[in-house]
């Protein structure tokens, strides 16, 4: 299920007004494609199959580059 430009249109909206952030008119383009760009990534993963026996992978955490040797 893909979005359409009226729901990308109103997700970018709704977002920016819960999160009060101003969009200007002329960066709105681009907002709205990367929204597409990351809701078509989303839509990939989403529907990779995934088995019982499949796990997650471990959490990577980086290391504290302040932390001595």
């Known amino acids: 299920m893909g ?3 009226d729901d990308i249109a109103a ?11 101003p969009i200007k008119p ?3 383009p ?7 760009l990351a809701a078509s990534m989303a839509e990939q993963v989403n529907g ?4 019982p026996h499949d796990e ?4 990577f955490t980086p ?3 302040d932390a001595p040797k």
Not at 30 to 36: A, D, E, L, S, T
């Open 3 to 5: 979005l359409t430009n």
């Open 11 to 21: 997700l970018v909206a709704a977002t920016a007004r819960a999160i009060d952030l």
């Open 26 to 28: 002329d960066h709105l």
């Open 30 to 36: 681009g907002v709205k494609q990367y929204v597409r």
């Open 48 to 51: 990779f199959p995934l088995a």
């Open 56 to 59: 997650p992978a471990t959490v």
């Open 63 to 65: 290391r504290d580059l």
